[in-house]
Structures are given as structure tokens and as C-alpha cells.
């Protein structure tokens, strides 16, 4: 009973706390704004249960005053109201709905151009990448004007303001009611960039390349990921040692380039040396990530188009080998030694021809 009575006690404390510092927020002086402001980011994060502690915030109304800060000429108050909607809206899917319901999308998109001001607008980034983790949130925050100032921060933004561009624009790509976001062919250099500098099986590798994959749809993007400094050798070495889902991005980035125009990109994929990797990717890859490596492989074959093998056809010549369905793993073998002898045929001739 008495342990009971001292939980309501410590509740009822809390929420004392929360409302005065509410009052303050919303009809303090600036000064007193700011500090209240510090004062929420503070107790969410020095909290046991900072779950709690969002939603009794959200509840008393402190988020509409917080996103009116944001439009501050004071420095200080931008930086306490995008700290204090950042531990709101972080783990809690209501508050970054809340958030962006209020208007916050706007001055944030602002905050971006603060260039000059790069903590600002690191964490203007910070801010948008967590509310664009919200499938609600995203069809707004793709037609704000966000994705141009994010493209611009992959060049010049600081290192974690690189990565929060990274996965904010991966987040608005995979949007079902915006599901296709339209990505300058100037974003190419600096992902082929930080794809470089990355670990090709890591997330962040899959997330970059799903953008270069997105970029390679356009002919002002395939133009552009060719002109990149190893732009091409990236995406190969992408598909050596990434993961299951940045190889399949990276092949079909490439598998992009050789369908627009064979001519123009076969011999720039094979002077990158491809076809190891290709050629491994049809057998251990994704099924997806398999069915665009056989058809890559086809077109860098040196054959006419009517005599290349269609995917089915390879398909379908892998489901005869091994049609009494002992193991998948015959299956893999099968298709690999199909494939790599397709390969050796069509290098054979090409050498021949060579040579005549």
C-alpha cells in the first residue's frame, strides 16, 4: 500500500514538472523558452523510461511552441527546439507524426540551407531523417524540396550530416505512396564517393547504392556515374564484396548502363574487370540479383543478339540439369558451370576474331 502510494506520489511529481516547464515554453520570454526547451531534451534523456516521459510531453502540448522556434532569428533557440523535437521524436512514431502535422517540415527544409551554420544544419538533417522514418511523413517530405538541399549536403555537409542524407533519401525511395523519388544526376559523384570509402557488405552500402541504382534510370545519371572518378570500378567491386542487397543494387545499376547502350558501356564494365563478380552473382546471389547478372552476362557477351541466351533459357537449361530436385546446391553448380562456359565460348570467339 505504502509503496503504491509513493509510485502516484513520484507520477504525480513528474507531471508537475512536465506542466511547469510547458508553462514556461509556451509564455516565457524567449530566454525562458530556450531553457525549458534544454530542459525536455534533459529529462528524456536522463530518464529510466523515456517512452513515458515523450508521450506526457507530447500530451501536455509542448510540440507546436517547439516547432514555432524553429522559425527563431536566435541561434540558440533553433539548436534547443531541433534538440528537444529530436529525443521527441525519436522510438515514437506518434510525436514524428505529431511533429510534421504541426508544420515542422517547412522551417526545417530552411534549416538545410544554413550553410555557414553547419551544427544547425547537421542537425536539420538528423531531424528530417527521423521524421522520414514514418511512412505517414514521407510523401510531404519528398515534395518539400528537402531532396535537392539533401544531394547538395552529400557533397558538403560534415560526415554524419553525409550518412543522415544517406538514409533520409533511401527513406523517402522506399515511400509506397511516393515510391519513386527523382535524384539530380549530381548526387553520382559523391555517393560513388562514400560508396569508396565504405564496407561494401554494410547497410550503409546498401542504402547508397539502392540511390545509385535509382540515379543510373536516367541518361543524365548514367552519364554522370561514368564520369565519376571510378565510378564503374566501385560498382564492380561492389558486387565482389557487398552484401546480398548492395550487389544486387550495384548490378543493376550496371545492368542499366549496358541496356541503354552496349556499345558505350560492355567494353567499359569488362576493362573493369566484372566478370568474376558477375559471373559469381549468378549462382550465390538473390534471385532478383541472379536474374540481372545472367542478363548482364548476356550482354557482355561478344555474340549477336540472336544467338545470347535469354535468362529463361538458362533458367530452364539449370531446371533440366537438375530436374530430379536432389539438392539447391546442384542447382548452383549447374548454373554456374553453364554460365561460365556461355562466357568462355563468347571470349574464345572474341579472341579469334581478333586474331583473324
Do not use: W
Amino acid at each position: 500500500m505504502e509503496m503504491k502510494e509513493e509510485n502516484e506520489g513520484g507520477n504525480q511529481k513528474k507531471q508537475t514538472i512536465i506542466d511547469e516547464i510547458t508553462d514556461r515554453l509556451i509564455n516565457g520570454e524567449l530566454p525562458t523558452k530556450i531553457q525549458a526547451a534544454m530542459e525536455i531534451r534533459s529529462l528524456i534523456r536522463n530518464r529510466n523510461s523515456p517512452g513515458k516521459i515523450r508521450a506526457k510531453f507530447a500530451g501536455a502540448g509542448v510540440i507546436q511552441p517547439l516547432v514555432l522556434m524553429l522559425c527563431s532569428q536566435h541561434h540558440d533557440a533553433r539548436e534547443a527546439s531541433l534538440l528537444a523535437l529530436l529525443n521527441l521524436a525519436s522510438r515514437n512514431e506518434r510525436n514524428k507524426e505529431q511533429i510534421v502535422t504541426c508544420g515542422a517540415i517547412s522551417p526545417l527544409v530552411n534549416l538545410l540551407k544554413f550553410q555557414n551554420t553547419s551544427k544547425i544544419r547537421e542537425l536539420a538533417t538528423a531531424a528530417i531523417l527521423t521524421l522520414s522514418s514514418a511512412p505517414p511523413n514521407k510523401p510531404a517530405i519528398a515534395a518539400s524540396g528537402a531532396i535537392p538541399l539533401l544531394v547538395q549536403i552529400l557533397s558538403s555537409g560534415t560526415i554524419q550530416g553525409r550518412v543522415d542524407a544517406v538514409t533520409t533519401l533511401h527513406n523517402l525511395s522506399t515511400s509506397k505512396q511516393e515510391p519513386t523519388i527523382l535524384l539530380d544526376s549530381t548526387a553520382a559523384p559523391p555517393l560513388i564517393n562514400l560508396l569508396k570509402e565504405c564496407k561494401k557488405y554494410s547497410k550503409f552500402a546498401d542504402k547508397t547504392t539502392a540511390l545509385i541504382e535509382i540515379i543510373s534510370e536516367s541518361p543524365e545519371g548514367r552519364l554522370a556515374i561514368t564520369n565519376s572518378e571510378e565510378g564503374i570500378l566501385t560498382l564492380v567491386e561492389t558486387i565482389e564484396d557487398g552484401s546480398v542487397i548492395s550487389k544486387e543494387h550495384a548490378i543493376g545499376a550496371l545492368l542499366r548502363l549496358c541496356q541503354s547502350s552496349r556499345s558505350k558501356y560492355r567494353e567499359l564494365i569488362l576493362n573493369e574487370g566484372a566478370m568474376p563478380g558477375v559471373l559469381r552473382l549468378t549462382v550465390d546471389g538473390s534471385k532478383e540479383g541472379r536474374m540481372k547478372a545472367m542478363t548482364l552476362l548476356d550482354l557482355l557477351r561478344d555474340s549477336p543478339p540472336e544467338k545470347r541466351l535469354s535468362p529463361s533459357v538458362l533458367e530452364k537449361m539449370v531446371q533440366d540439369v537438375d530436374g530430379s530436385g536432389k539438392t539447391t546446391e546442384t542447382a548452383k553448380i549447374a548454373k554456374g558451370f553453364l554460365t561460365s562456359s556461355c562466357i568462355r565460348l563468347g571470349l574464345r570467339s572474341s579472341k579469334y576474331e581478333l586474331m583473324r
